[in-house]
């Protein structure tokens, strides 16, 4: 889940790219991406099996997501990369984080799978609803909003 976590995360850059008609740097860190990927996967199965896996699909999107996404960010807009990492990433899933840890220390656990069902739905739609608020265009909205009803009531 952290591994695609993080791949989740690392595809915005992606967007940029395709935003500003050059995808070149896309196709140059796929193939390291698959380089890392594959031949680390191989050592590492044989080794550790699907947990080594994991930790290896953990450390290769890391890398991807704090070594490649910085490089792409800042060749196509210089200083972007503080600026994403902080406002439009850690301010959103570090609430939504909290959200969810607190939850799963709140519920509690069952084999019954119709209730895991409705504690997904629950905890999903507290973890969406966290990370709406915390995002930048609501906090704009809010902001409209507040300034449209007391100016008009002046």
């Given amino acids: ?85 902080i406002y439009d990433i850690l301010k959103i899933c570090i609430p939504a984080i909290i959200t969810s840890c607190l939850l799963s220390s709140f519920l509690p656990a069952t084999n019954n799978r119709i209730y895991i069902f409705f504690q997904l739905c629950f905890v999903g739609f507290l973890i969406l609803l966290v990370s709406l608020i915390m995002s930048g265009d609501v906090n704009k909205m809010k902001y409209k909003l507040k300034y449209k009803f007391f100016h008009e009531r002046s």
């Fill in 1 to 85: 889940a952290i591994g695609n976590f993080f791949l989740a995360i690392a595809a915005f850059p992606y967007y940029l790219q395709y935003a500003k008609g050059n995808l070149r740097f896309h196709l140059y860190g796929n193939i390291v991406f698959v380089t890392l990927l594959i031949p680390s996967l191989i050592i590492v199965v044989n080794n550790f099996g699907g947990v080594g896996a994991g930790y290896v699909w953990i450390g290769v999107n890391a890398f991807y997501l704090f070594m490649w996404v910085p490089f792409i960010n800042n060749y196509f807009v210089k200083g972007l990369n503080k600026q994403w990492y």
